[in-house]
């Protein structure tokens, strides 16, 4: 059975940092995309980052762009998301989730639909 276990969520000031982890099991993904995405209450789910197999590719949201990074760990097969100056609007469960297919990690990474995996989310309140 596959599972993606996301950690590392909680209550943070605005300005503060967070570091997410995914732990995968049940099948490795050292050779799909993996992303992160988030949902706030009463919004649709959306993009925050993807990352290639091997890391040489990776696309941000632009609200996110140059306050968090995206990296794995395949011999580990987690893939984390280091989240600094964080803003209120980042409050949301952020969830991660794993392409099934091997492919090339393009612009359709960005959409929901691309990922057959995902984990069950973990809280990110930034507030004072």
């Known amino acids: 059975q596959v599972q993606l276990v996301e950690s590392g969520g909680g209550l943070v000031q605005p300005g503060g940092s967070l570091r997410l982890s995914c732990a995968a099991s049940?099948?490795?993904?050292?050779?799909?995309?993996m992303g992160w995405f988030r949902q706030a209450p009463g919004k649709e789910r959306e993009f925050v980052a993807a990352?290639?197999?091997?890391?040489?590719?990776?696309y941000y949201a632009d609200s996110v762009k140059g306050r968090f990074t995206i990296s794995r760990d395949n011999a580990k097969n987690t893939v984390y998301l280091q989240m600094s100056s964080l803003k209120p609007e980042d409050t949301a469960v952020y969830s991660c989730a794993a392409d099934s297919t091997v492919q090339a990690m393009d612009v359709r990474h960005r959409r929901t639909d691309e990922y057959d995996y995902w984990g069950q989310g973990t809280q990110v309140t930034v507030s004072s």
């Open positions: 049940g099948r490795t993904f050292s050779r799909n995309t």
């Open positions: 990352i290639s197999w091997g890391g040489g590719t990776i």
